[in-house]
């Protein structure tokens, strides 16, 4: 069965502060990997996306890396900011093109405090 | 990116009621939206998957006759919650997606609707 496992489950950071999210996953055959930001209240907007082959990227202050051979993802936020307050989620995709709906992760929910 | 709008973003209604939701994606042809339902702390559980002109595809445990899809025209998608229970209050999330059958495709999602039933 696929499993996304995330870590910690909440988190409360100051203002400026660096932080990681972890990922652990047992998606097979694994395609890709998306982190996404949910804001309250609000749809999920992709943050990174990331194909097998690929073993970090970056979207402005969020690096996102990748390990497929232990199956583990984390976040990097660097300088968080009020706004990066919201619950990060991990989706790994397989490579069943035959389903495309994703299956989320519970997430982790980031408070960055003043 | 691509922009996926919802409508209304909050309902309010009595229990026994129906309300319809509204997806649309506004800049790009969608094939296939998916509907998905998030209850407070939780994430998001798939419900449907909505392909354009045919019969949408249940998830397990979510009642179809209930849950009313239609997927009219590549541009819109309406998930109609039928005889709504307060049971049904939740935050309702659809995604649309290109046409593009790739497991790299990606996935444009809504706002939400947040439903409410007294």
């Known amino acids: 069965k696929n499993q996304v496992e995330q870590s910690p489950q909440s988190l409360i950071i100051l203002e400026g502060k660096n932080c990681t999210l972890q990922?652990?996953?047992?998606?097979?055959?694994?395609?890709?990997l998306r982190w996404y930001k949910q804001d309250t209240g609000r749809g999920p907007v992709s943050l990174t996306i990331?194909?097998?082959?690929?073993n970090t990227k970056s979207n402005g202050r969020y690096t996102a890396t990748l390990d497929a051979d232990t199956k583990q993802s984390s976040l990097h936020i660097t300088a968080s900011q009020l706004s990066d307050s919201a619950s990060y989620i991990c989706?790994?995709?397989?490579?069943?093109?035959?389903?495309?709906?994703?299956?989320f992760g519970s997430g982790t929910r980031l408070q960055v405090q003043p | 990116g691509a922009v996926v709008s919802q409508h209304p973003s909050r309902v309010i209604c009595k229990s026994g009621t129906s309300v319809k939701i509204e997806c649309r994606s506004l800049?790009?042809?969608?094939?296939?939206m998916f509907w998905y339902r998030q209850f407070p702390k939780q994430s998001l559980m798939l419900m449907a998957t909505?392909?354009?002109?045919?019969?949408?595809?249940?998830e397990q445990g979510v009642e179809k006759d209930k849950f009313l899809i239609n997927h009219a025209s590549l541009t819109l998608s309406t998930l109609t919650v039928t005889s709504a229970h307060p049971e049904d209050s939740s935050f309702y999330i659809c995604?649309?997606?290109?046409?593009?059958?790739?497991?790299?495709?990606?996935?444009?999602f809504g706002p939400g609707t947040r439903l409410t039933v007294l």
């Open positions: 995604s649309a997606s290109q046409p593009i059958k790739s497991s790299t495709d990606t996935q444009y």
């Open positions: 990922c652990n996953y047992t998606v097979s055959p694994f395609s890709n």
């Open positions: 990331m194909t097998f082959s690929e």
């Open positions: 989706v790994p995709r397989t490579l069943d093109t035959g389903r495309r709906a994703l299956t």
């Open positions: 800049d790009f042809q969608a094939t296939t």
């Open positions: 909505s392909n354009e002109g045919s019969k949408a595809t249940y």
